[in-house]
């Protein structure tokens, strides 16, 4: 299996991410709140990108590291940017009134996150969830 690309450009895409992403750790043997956990995440950092950015991609494939077995989802947009990446990190930072629980909801959910941007340039989240 390698990888699955689903292009975000309207809240349609939203739906489609979450299944897609859904389907995949389906296949990777993630269960129950383990899928709801994942399927939230990518919707939130979807979401986002719709909002904010227009348009932009998520790219989800699976993740081996040693003997561990996971799901990688990489969204990355070309839209604005974020100016200070800390406080869109923070609980109830919204630049889009919100109430500015999806950066950091998404980071709670998940094993690792990373958010790369650049103001004027876009942005790149990087977010791992490893199978227990």
Do not use: C
Request: aromatic share 4%.
């Amino acid at each position: 299996m390698d990888e699955i690309r689903v292009p975000i450009i309207a809240e349609s895409d939203v739906l489609a991410a979450r299944q897609e992403g859904r389907r995949l750790a389906t296949d990777l043997g993630f269960t129950g709140s383990e899928l709801a956990v994942i399927a939230t995440a990518i919707s939130e950092i979807a979401r986002n990108v719709v909002q904010h950015a227009s348009h932009g991609e998520m790219v989800l494939r699976v993740v081996r590291g040693g003997p561990q077995e996971g799901i990688v989802v990489v969204s990355s947009d070309e839209g604005p940017g974020i100016g200070d990446v800390a406080q869109a990190l923070q609980d109830g930072y919204s630049t889009g009134g919100g109430l500015g629980l999806g950066l950091p909801g998404a980071r709670r959910l998940m094993d690792e996150f990373e958010v790369v941007s650049r103001p004027g340039h876009g942005t790149t989240i990087t977010m791992k969830k490893w199978k227990s």
